[in-house]
């Protein structure tokens, strides 16, 4: 059936300039589940999107998308947007304003004219609950609301392959909770391999599989997602880059009274702050810091942090000149950092095995 279909790719080979900005990309991209293309502002991630869809041509190069080249300088081939089975959606989401919800659909599916058969309109209009915003115009819909109509619109087109350009910048903290775990369906439940643009890394962590990381027009990292964040640094929000880990660990109870959920780490427990309740045996991925976590020799007692992790020392990188350095260590398998003082790290006199105890602040955690 359909589960052995192969994987697509897309092959980038592209290269374009807007006055001192110059894109320059080689890369071949399996097409499968979500890749995240993830860099700083200017970085490039929307020129990058515009050229796959065709709203771009490049100044040189070649695009091909499975066996179908979308174009190439050399032999002057081009496909035209409208073309491609590419559906890219706006950060804004544009919705026909004259039309209602359901015409807004209709339209797209009709147009698709595809015999695509992975999903119904009926299938769509269920899985992202909009029978009761059909008649209604798009002017009249919350910004969560208009989202998923377009998101809808743009499954209905049929598209081989789904874009994404930052599709929550627009909604409050609540509304992109349900557009998020909407986009995180897509791959599984409709067959849509995706690509994702954000700059935010906790949306990277939470749906990517793979993440692509640009910086100034080129491809810094590439490669699945968790790997490519701790070897390359994990951001908070869009504040810039910065050294930390994604740990991943199993939730093993939850503490009605204090209102934290626990979280085993190979022989340590996290307790973590928690709003929502995760059922227990569900696997969560969390995003430390370096800076939020201490090194020590002993077990230490009789203090405010509850988070202590027996780990194994395995290193510390010191560049020259620098106050801070950067102590790597082992937990069940996993990479876990900790920033401390070089004056801290020369007193403390580890050597590589040896067994410490790494100390994270509960009130940094983010799952
Ligand atoms: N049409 C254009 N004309 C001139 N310069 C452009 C044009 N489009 C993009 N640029 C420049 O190309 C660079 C990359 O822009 P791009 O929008 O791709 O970055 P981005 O990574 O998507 O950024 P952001 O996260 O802020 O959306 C920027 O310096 C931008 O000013």
């Given at each position: 059936?359909?589960?052995?279909?192969?994987?697509?790719?897309?092959?980038?080979?592209?290269?374009?300039?807007?006055?001192?900005?110059?894109?320059?990309?080689?890369?071949?991209?399996?097409?499968?589940?979500?890749?995240?293309?993830?860099?700083?502002?200017?970085?490039?991630?929307?020129?990058?999107?515009?050229?796959?869809?065709?709203?771009?041509?490049?100044?040189?190069?070649?695009?091909?998308?499975?066996?179908?080249?979308?174009?190439?300088?050399?032999?002057?081939?081009?496909?035209?947007?409208?073309?491609?089975?590419?559906?890219?959606?706006?950060?804004?989401?544009?919705?026909?304003?004259?039309?209602?919800?359901?015409?807004?659909?209709?339209?797209?599916?009709?147009?698709?004219?595809?015999?695509?058969?992975?999903?119904?309109?009926?299938?769509?209009?269920?899985?992202?609950?909009?029978?009761?915003?059909?008649?209604?115009?798009?002017?009249?819909?919350?910004?969560?609301?208009?989202?998923?109509?377009?998101?809808?619109?743009?499954?209905?087109?049929?598209?081989?392959?789904?874009?994404?350009?930052?599709?929550?910048?627009?909604?409050?903290?609540?509304?992109?909770?349900?557009?998020?775990?909407?986009?995180?369906?897509?791959?599984?439940?409709?067959?849509?391999?995706?690509?994702?643009?954000?700059?935010?890394?906790?949306?990277?962590?939470?749906?990517?599989?793979?993440?692509?990381?640009?910086?100034?027009?080129?491809?810094?990292?590439?490669?699945?997602?968790v790997p490519v964040l701790n070897e390359?640094?994990v951001?908070?929000?869009?504040?810039?880059?910065?050294?930390?880990v994604i740990?991943?660990?199993?939730?093993?109870?939850?503490?009605?009274?204090?209102?934290?959920?626990?979280?085993?780490?190979?022989?340590?427990?996290?307790?973590?702050?928690?709003?929502?309740?995760?059922?227990?045996?569900?696997?969560?991925?969390?995003?430390?810091?370096?800076?939020?976590?201490?090194?020590?020799?002993?077990?230490?007692?009789?203090?405010?942090?509850?988070?202590?992790?027996?780990?194994?020392?395995?290193?510390?990188?010191?560049?020259?000149?620098?106050?801070?350095?950067?102590?790597?260590?082992?937990?069940?398998?996993?990479c876990?950092?900790?920033?401390?003082?070089?004056?801290?790290?020369?007193?403390?006199?580890?050597?590589?095995?040896?067994?410490?105890?790494?100390?994270?602040?509960?009130?940094?955690?983010?799952?």
């Amino acid at each position: 059936g359909i589960a052995s279909m192969p994987t697509d790719h897309l092959e980038i080979d592209i290269e374009h300039g807007f006055g001192d900005f110059q894109l320059s990309i080689a890369q071949s991209i399996p097409l499968d589940g979500i890749t995240a293309i993830f860099g700083p502002s200017g970085s490039g991630k929307t020129t990058l999107l515009r050229l796959i869809t065709g709203f771009l041509r490049p100044d040189r190069g070649r695009l091909a998308h499975g066996a179908d080249v979308l174009c190439d300088t050399v032999s002057g081939a081009f496909v035209p947007a409208h073309r491609r089975s590419i559906g890219y959606m706006f950060q804004d989401g544009r919705l026909f304003p004259h039309l209602s919800v359901e015409r807004n659909l209709l339209y797209a599916d009709r147009r698709s004219g595809s015999t695509q058969t992975a999903f119904s309109k009926a299938d769509i209009i269920d899985a992202f609950e909009l029978s009761p915003l059909l008649p209604r115009l798009p002017i009249s819909l919350s910004g969560g609301e208009r989202q998923r109509v377009a998101l809808a619109r743009t499954l209905l087109s049929r598209p081989r392959l789904l874009l994404l350009d930052e599709p929550l910048s627009a909604l409050d903290r609540g509304r992109r909770a349900d557009i998020l775990s909407l986009i995180g369906d897509l791959p599984g439940r409709f067959c849509m391999p995706v690509l994702y643009v954000s700059h935010d890394v906790g949306e990277v962590i939470q749906l990517a599989s793979n993440t692509i990381i640009l910086s100034a027009g080129r491809v810094k990292a590439s490669g699945p997602t968790v790997p490519v964040l701790n070897e390359h640094g994990v951001a908070k929000g869009d504040s810039g880059i910065e050294p930390g880990v994604i740990l991943t660990g199993t939730v093993t109870s939850h503490d009605e009274a204090y209102h934290l959920i626990r979280i085993a780490i190979g022989d340590g427990v996290i307790s973590l702050p928690t709003a929502n309740a995760m059922a227990t045996g569900t696997d969560i991925r969390l995003r430390i810091e370096a800076r939020n976590v201490a090194i020590s020799r002993h077990k230490p007692e009789q203090i405010s942090i509850r988070n202590i992790l027996p780990a194994i020392f395995k290193g510390a990188t010191v560049e020259d000149n620098q106050p801070l350095a950067l102590i790597e260590m082992e937990i069940d398998g996993q990479c876990l950092r900790a920033q401390v003082t070089r004056e801290a790290l020369d007193e403390l006199a580890l050597t590589a095995g040896e067994r410490v105890f790494a100390l994270v602040k509960t009130a940094s955690l983010e799952v």
